[in-house]
Nanobody, 118 residues
């Protein structure tokens, strides 16, 4: 089993920045991939960014490319999402995910709220 705990959410004005953290525990091989999904009110959950344990393979949703950066510190069992130039449309609950064998969202955290005001 893998447990994921997010932190770093909050409220910020448009153009501001936030850094989300996700502390993981559990079997390392089960969290080869870590990432972030988000869900805004009335919308479906969407993948925001993912990263593999080697750090060399990443994915970003088109809507966040150039503004968000995902990283991980394997020694600290933690993944990060640096969010810059935030927009009101980035307002959502952000969930940390982890997994392996091609399924990055096998495990989910409880989420952290990000609110961006205009």
């Amino acid at each position: 089993q893998v447990q994921l705990v997010e932190s770093g959410g909050g409220s910020v004005q448009a153009g501001g920045s936030l850094r989300l953290s996700c502390k993981a525990n559990g079997y390392t091989y089960r969290r080869e991939c870590m990432g972030w999904f988000r869900q805004a009110p009335g919308k479906e959950r969407e993948a925001v960014a993912t990263i593999y344990s080697g750090g060399g393979v990443t994915y970003y949703a088109d809507s966040v490319k150039g503004r968000f950066t995902i990283s991980r510190d394997n020694a600290k069992d933690t993944a990060y999402l640096q969010m810059n130039s935030l927009k009101p449309e980035d307002t959502a609950m952000y969930y940390c995910v982890a997994g392996n064998s091609g399924i990055c969202n096998r495990y989910w955290g409880r989420g952290t709220q990000v609110t961006v005001s205009s």
